[in-house]
């Protein structure tokens, strides 16, 4: 199958840009069923927001979880990143350093 350079119209800015014939061996090996949409520089400002991390993305907002918790091996009022489940303890920073230091160790 031999391919030829196409001329394809920009579905974002209306710009015209070039399927070249290698691109379309690349989507024929790939077997893309359609072609390009969008120009290169619209295609990376596309990429770019859909890849953006949520905190940054526009109307939304997450929050971190603190939880207020009394660490079960020294008794000292601290805060974790999480909702504790029942039945499982919750160190301090100070505790969780030691207990993991002592783990690797």
Excluded: W
Excluded at 35 to 54: D, F, I, N
Excluded at 72 to 81: A, D, I, L, S
Aim: hydrophobic share 30%; glycine share 4%.
């Amino acid at each position: 199958m031999e391919f030829q350079d196409k001329v394809l119209t920009c579905i974002d800015c209306g710009a015209e840009f070039t399927f070249t014939a290698g691109e379309q061996l690349f989507f024929h090996d790939k077997q893309f069923r359609n072609e390009p949409k969008r120009c290169k520089s619209c295609k990376s400002r596309r990429v770019a927001v859909l890849t953006a991390a949520p905190s940054s993305r526009e109307g939304h907002h997450y929050s971190r979880i603190e939880t207020r918790a009394t660490c079960c091996q020294c008794g000292k009022e601290t805060t974790v990143p999480f909702r504790p489940t029942q039945g499982r303890p919750i160190f301090c920073r100070e505790c969780f350093s030691q207990k993991k230091s002592a783990a690797t160790a």
